[in-house]
Structure formats: C-alpha cells, structure tokens
Nanobody
Framework: VPLVESGGGSVQAGDSLRLSCAGS????????MGWFRQSPGKEREFVAR???????NYADSVKGRFTIFREDSKNTVFLQMNNLKPEDTAVYYC????????????????WGQGTRVIVSS
C-alpha cells in the first residue's frame, strides 16, 4: 500500500492545517490508518489512529485539537490539526496497519515518506 502524505507547511501558533495521506490498491479500506510524528531530536511517536470501522484513538497531547478521518472512496486518510502549538513541529508520517496495538510502530507495515509541519510562536 504505497502512501503519500501532503499538506505540511509553516504556520503560526493557533493556526490549522489538514494533512492528507493518499494510498492505492483495493484493500485500503481494510487497513487501520495511523499518523505518527517525529520532532527534531526525538523518537517517532503516535498521534492518531482510525480503524476500518472508523474507531479512533489519539495521543493525549493532541486530544481535542486533532481529528483523524478517512474517505475510503478516495483511498485517503486525513489529519485535521487545529490550534497548533510550537511543540507540534515535526515530520508527520501516515502508516497502514493490519491490526495490533494501535500506538506501536511495529504494527504498521506500510509508511509514507513524511510531510513537515513547522509551528512558530
């Protein structure tokens, strides 16, 4: 499942961004899709996950500000990010999983190349 992220950019604190992740293939709708991020000098961390039946999970740091949703007809998953903070600055990756613990990278078999988000104060 090749994945391609887009939508990153440089914004001010308090602004919003919507990231997109486009996949391919006829099995996209069967995958749980996750977003992870990696800030400079830090390990990659879980951000959000949506299952094939649209159950969602979020990291505590983004709850209430970020929303993950998907449009399977377009093989696309989105991450709507509102009220961005400087600490949200990172490279954001989307990934596809067949199952398992939602916040574990090892459970995601397919990854995009990442899109960079920079939030200035």
């Amino acid at each position: 499942v090749p994945l391609v992220e887009s939508g990153g950019g440089s914004v001010q604190a308090g602004d919003s961004l919507r990231l997109s992740c486009a996949g391919s293939g006829d099995k996209f709708s069967l995958y749980s899709m996750g977003w992870f991020r990696q800030s400079p000098g830090k390990e990659r961390e879980f951000v959000a996950r949506i299952t094939s039946i649209r159950s969602t999970n979020y990291a505590d740091s983004v709850k209430g500000r970020f929303t993950i949703f998907r449009e399977d007809s377009k093989n696309t998953v989105f991450l709507q990010m509102n009220n961005l903070k400087p600490e949200d600055t990172a490279v954001y990756y989307c990934a596809a999983s067949g199952g398992g613990t939602y916040d574990r990278e090892n459970n995601y078999a397919y990854w995009g190349q990442g899109t960079r988000v920079i939030v200035s104060s």
